[in-house]
């Protein structure tokens, strides 16, 4: 669950949403040629051929290694070259991977036992087996990556045989299955053989591509691997990922012909790939939650009666509307509708706890909690251009309910991933952010507003719960729901806990972004996905190019 978005910042795996709807890190490429075919045609992974797909990213990859990896742009490359127990399939149903068949569930939901292929083999030969399984998910914990908390609900691993595994749990985990789908596998003996080789320069998986090369803020380049186990084997020779981070920038390369397939369609843009004549948008809403969030530890906003003056200055509806759609759409919860939609919640009643633009109720409840008009306003938003505007709209709002003294600080990743959890009122007293995460409610309520030693000052910038004992109880409603597999029990605990966090808007949820794709015509079978970004060779799809 990562801070959604696609910028270089490392938080837990898939969870901060730093660019895009899901974002990543670096800067901008050169890319030169006709529709990803540059130079070379001999499907070695170079940057063209005639088989080859070159596709734009918002932010450059930092890292390859699924134990430590953290940002979207790496885990876009990731995924191809690697795969996990399970996987999803055309949009958030979970399916067997190396996996034979679902997982054998008892104790209560503390014991499950999965049994493999015996078919798997990493890119260098060797059998995937029950060990490397159990290195995978140990890892995380054992090396206290920030990827830690996704598998820490396990107690122990057992390696049964060769394709045998055997977890048991420290609590009946509710939603287990999506850790099965969401870490993938290493092998054991080359990743301890040097880890930070393993890491940027010779990852090894068991996915039908294997790594070529890369060059930071430049480009990776990864090939089909030949001798792939799985079905079906990728139609295209490679890929060649480039970073292109500004949006108009990367359209004129879809345009262009520089790239075939590009990433995020700003809201400004829509039009104008629409209008190419030759490319099309390929687009599904993604498993995220961009929100504006209060610092409740420090500062005036510990004070609901102030977090709801805020939530008066900004009429969210409008902002969503000028600044964000086409590309997203209105989202009332930390949950992404889908999710919402899929588990029954109650999203009339949430839609009605915002409130609409009232600048003089919310000068009478600045007024009441007693905050001086010379108070020095910050608010924080890290590099991104949405994000940006709801702090701006937020800023503008203060400014008209009197407050003079409003900055909105657009930071890099690390300087705004150092303060946002800082906890100190001199460094915020809100942030923008986003986060995504897999299709369950603990993903979207544990890691935003738990208060353990697992998200406090990691990913629960808020400290919601830290002095409110509303916080305490919504943070005690999400853990019971984390430890349980009654579906219609944990969805009551994320009912009321949902409802108590919205109520007491230690969170202004936003929108939620839509995975989105400039594609051209040439590029056959390309699958936009709700959690996984996309998709070039799956059970569903099989990317081609018939020029």
Known sequence: MSNTDQDGARMNRRRVLQGLGAAGALSIAGCTGNGGNSEGSDGSGGSGGANQLKMALVKSPLEFDPVVLNDVPSDQVAQNIFEALYSY??????????????????????RYVVEMTDKATFQNGDPVTAEDVKYSFEAPVKEETENASEVNMVDSITAVDETTVQFDLKYPYGAFDTALAGRDIVPKSVRENDKKAFNTKKPVGSGPFEFVEWQEGNFVRIKRYEDYWGDPKPKIDGIEFVPVEESTTRVTTLRNGENDVIEEIPPKQYSTVRNMGDASIDEVPGVGYFYLAFNCKEGPTTDPKVREAVDYCVD??????????PTGVRQYSPLPKAVAEDWGMPLDQWKQIPHKRDTEQAKQLFDEAGVDSNYNWKIIVPPDDKREQIGVSVSNGLKEAGFNNVSVQRLDWGAFLDKYVSGKESDYNMYTLGWSGSPDPDAFTYYMFGRDENTLGVTNGTYYGDNSENGKRVHELFMQARQSTDREERKQLYVEGITTALEDRAHLPAYNLKNSFGVKNYVKDFASHPVDSFHIA?????????K
């Open 89 to 110: 399939d055309e949009s958030t149903g979970i399916v067997p991977n190396i996996a034979t068949g679902e997982p054998e569930v008892s104790r209560e939901g503390k």
């Open 538 to 546: 799956s059970d569903h799809n099989n990317v081609s190019l018939e």
């Open 316 to 325: 969210m509806d409008q902002a969503v509307k000028n600044y964000v759609e």
